[in-house]
Structures are given as structure tokens and as C-alpha cells.
């Protein structure tokens, strides 16, 4: 009877310990199912998030753009000014058309509108504006500037495939970008085009698109002899 019953008690221990190493398995699968499903709702909710940003982008985009072309032309620019309660002529839209990487002057495209907007997290009128500040300080930071600065005549000749800038736009491009930060080097650089024969700058001649890359001091004209 003695014996029959420590065998007794030595299947009711293994038994127990079977039972506590199954209920531990069960735990950390139910844990580990647990921690699976908080990570995937914490994956989920930045990923809902960001899709709504990209939506009211995409809105605020389709209320100024084009129903056939499905892009904002130059009429959908001028009222997207008007809202921001600025000038067409603004450099801060050309600070924003290079912001948003534009190819084509006078038109933005649906991807360079998300990918300008969503990096000045604007999605609205109201936000657009307060964003200009940091955008102008973006662009004129030094290593910024001189790709802004080639990239507002280069965008000039976008349109219909042109390869010459007409002095007088390009005079005006100078006023507008650096007019406020450089204005003797400016009136110089305007003096001395006016003077020129030609009526028209062509890209691999004009000292905007230096092939040398020249510092941008030398673009300021530092470089350049202007008749007295």
C-alpha cells in the first residue's frame, strides 16, 4: 500500500509539472500573439495617419487643378496666390516650385505638389502660408542657395524646350532672387546686360550656367568687368 501510494504521488507531481510546463507554452504564445498584435496596430497607425496627410494633400491639390490635365496651370497658380494673398511674382513661389522639385515652369504635377507639400507638412491655405518662413530660411541657407539660384533660370527654359533667355527675364530673374540681398551687384549685372548686342543670354554662354561652377560670389558678379 506504501509503495503503491508514493507511485501514486510521483504521477500526480509529473502530472503537475506537464500541466505548468503546457499553461507556460500557452502564456508565452499568448504573449507573444499579444505583443504581435500591438506592433501590428502601432504599424497600422502611422500608416493611416501618413495615407490621411497624403489625402488632404491630394484635396488641396484638386482645388486649384486642372480637370484635364490634372495639373495646376498657370490660371490655377494665380488663384492658389491669390488665396496665399501674395503676388504671382513672389519669390516665394519660385522657392516653392523648387521646393516641390517642378520640371515644367507654370505647372505643378500631382507627385511634385505631394512631395513639396508633405516635406513643408502643409495641407491647407493656413499652412502653406505659415511654412513660407522656414522655406525662405531653407533656401538661403548657403548650401541651398547657389542650386536655388541656378535652378530659377534653368526653369525659365523649360518652357517649350527653350534654350535662350531673353535679357529682359533675365534681369527680372535677378532682381527677384537676389535683388533684395545684393542689390549693387544686381543694378551692375542688369547695366551690363542691357548694354549687350545680343537680345538673348543662351545657356552655355550666359555666367548663370558657368560650366566651371564658380562660387557663387563670382555669380554675384564679382567675377564679371562692367563698363563704367
Known sequence: MRRASKKSLSSAATAS???EQVNEKQNRKRKGVSTNLTSRKAQRGPTKAVSKEVERID???YTYADNSSVMIDPEGI???CSHLEVPHTDVRILMLAWK???EKQGYFT?????AG???LRADSISKLKKAFPELVQEVTRPSNFQDFYIYAFRYC???DKKK??????ACELLNLVLGLQFRPQVDKLSNYLKAMDSTFLCGSTHPFFMKTRCSIDMLYLDCVSVPK
Open 100 to 102: 516641390m522639385g517642378c
Open 117 to 119: 507639400l508633405k516635406a
Open 157 to 159: 527654359l523649360t518652357e
Open 59 to 61: 484635396q488641396f491639390f
Open 78 to 80: 494665380e488663384t492658389l
Open 17 to 19: 509539472a506537464g500541466a
Open 164 to 169: 535662350c533667355i531673353e535679357i529682359p527675364v
Open 110 to 114: 500631382l507627385d511634385e505638389w505631394r
